[in-house]
């Protein structure tokens, strides 16, 4: 497999352990635009600095941490005391139990990883534990330490592998009676219909890997058009007029699903199936010829 490995252990099932090791499953600043600070002056790349109240300006090498049990007053804790604890699943994927992949709201979900054997010798044993969960067709919740905190994780059988999810902790979750009130709405039995009509008539695939970022798309063709020189190139979002009345809405919802999809935004075609031909652009207007423009301006 490509990439380092982020983590390396032992993958438990009650008496039974093989050597594994994790990979992070995705990049979130893979192919994305990012900005550096500069001053708005010189132009120059401006950098952050640590600042002490009594010393001024420390070096990072002079940091340590500290944990604050009263107001203006810490414990310091060094690297070398951190470095020391160690519970068991700092070293061991240890399986507590097994759940169906229902049971698990996505609220809960954080990070995923790919898990692999680490090693030849280790594949037998993984191979094993890979089988037996993807035939009984539950989920494995276990416990791994990561960036020094423990965290809750799910182990789902995959092809050759397995998938490792992050959990967030209970505490972590909001209630979503803090953000949500009771509705109390009342509407007409055929507006529920066509509600349904319109989601029954966008049924789609989940594909992925046919999403654009149109935001990123639009960040390139503004920093594209400052690197050459040019007028800076805003793209806007199409103007839309208010709908007033929820019926006419709807209706004109379903009179617009009704139409054949732009070739962007229906089903990948199938294998086999043409493509779409592009709609044709429509001809810019050509400059006058210069001629023309002379002559035109004389006899003004």
């Excluded at 219909?193 to 149109?214: G, L, N, T, V």
């Excluded at 709908?243 to 962007?264: K, T």
Aim: glycine residues 6%; neutral net charge.
């Amino acid at each position: 497999m490509a990439g380092r490995a982020s983590w390396k252990g032992y993958l438990k099932l009650s008496l039974v352990s093989c050597p594994v090791k994790l990979f992070p499953a995705t990049s979130a600043s893979a192919g994305k635009i990012s900005f550096n600070l500069l001053h708005k002056d010189t132009l120059n790349r401006v950098q952050q600095k640590y600042h002490d109240p009594e010393l001024g300006e420390i070096d990072r090498a002079d940091l340590v941490k500290g944990y604050q049990f009263e107001k203006d007053k810490y414990v310091v804790v060094t690297a070398e005391e951190l470095d020391e604890i160690e519970v068991e699943s700092s070293k061991t994927i240890d399986i507590d139990g097994f759940v169906d992949r229902a049971d698990i709201d996505s609220i809960y979900q954080d990070n995923t990883y790919y898990l692999a054997p680490d090693g030849p010798i280790a594949e037998e044993t993984f191979a094993v534990i890979l089988d037996a969960m993807r035939e009984a067709g539950k989920v494995a919740i276990a416990r791994i330490v990561l960036s020094g905190r423990e965290r809750l994780v799910t182990i789902d059988p995959i092809e050759d592998g397995f998938r490792l999810t992050t959990l967030r902790s209970a505490k972590e979750i909001r209630d979503a009676s803090g953000a949500l009130d009771k509705l109390n709405a009342k509407y007409a039995p055929d507006m529920l219909a066509m509600a349904k009509q319109i989601i029954a008539s966008k049924e789609m695939e989940f594909h992925p890997e046919a999403f654009e970022d149109r935001y990123e798309e639009a960040l390139l063709t503004l920093v594209k058009s400052k690197i050459a020189g040019g007028q800076p190139v805003i793209t806007k979002a199409p103007e839309r007029g208010n709908v007033v009345n929820l019926m006419d809405a709807l209706r004109r919802s379903i009179e617009e699903e009704r139409r054949p999809p732009a070739p962007s935004l229906g089903k990948p075609a199938k294998k086999g199936e043409a493509k779409p031909a592009p709609a044709a652009k429509a001809a810019a207007p050509k400059a006058a010829p210069k001629a023309t423009a002379k002559k035109n301006a004389a006899a003004s």
